[in-house]
């Protein structure tokens, strides 16, 4: 008699999400003050991906975060030629992101200041990340 203690499971009964959720808790000023599944929600999406590095927290998947870090140290003229690519990778995991572009760069003495334009399926916002 095979006594498993492990659980036993048919894979076809496992249902895999692959889309980010949208309905989110609306945070201002360290409170959360409701609930939303429109443009603030992608806006506050926006905000979390780009402060979070990727790989660096078990919670949240590989596919999640930003990898500018590796940008820190490097030429001005190279950081402007990744961050691009970077912020668009980072962004584009999200379904309801369709395009990055109109990239600005301005030095600043935190670092590169990096503005840009985010289209959602909610309408385009402005957003920006310090390197």
């Known amino acids: 008699m095979n006594q ?3 659980p036993k499971s048919n894979l076809k009964d496992i ?3 692959d889309n980010m959720a949208s309905k989110t808790w609306l945070i201002k000023n360290n409170k959360i003050i409701g609930m939303d599944d429109g443009l603030e929600a992608v806006k ?8 979070i590095p990727r790989y660096d927290y078990i ?6 975060g930003h990898e500018l870090n590796n940008l820190i140290g490097k030429d001005v003229e190279y950081a402007e030629l990744e961050a691009p690519r970077l912020i668009k990778e980072c962004l ?9 572009n109109n ?3 301005t030095n600043t003495n935190d670092g590169l200041l990096v503005k840009f334009d985010v289209t959602t399926i ?4 402005e957003s920006e990340v310090t390197i």
Do not use: A, C, E
Request: proline fraction near 0%; avoid cysteine; charged fraction near 15%.
């Open 122 to 125: 909610h309408g385009t916002v």
């Open 15 to 17: 249902k895999f999400v």
């Open 59 to 64: 919670i949240y998947s590989w596919d999640y």
């Open 92 to 100: 584009l995991q999200d379904d309801r992101i369709s395009n990055v």
């Open 103 to 105: 990239f600005i760069f």
């Open 4 to 6: 498993s203690l492990l």
């Open 44 to 51: 506050q999406s926006i905000t979390m991906m780009l402060n």
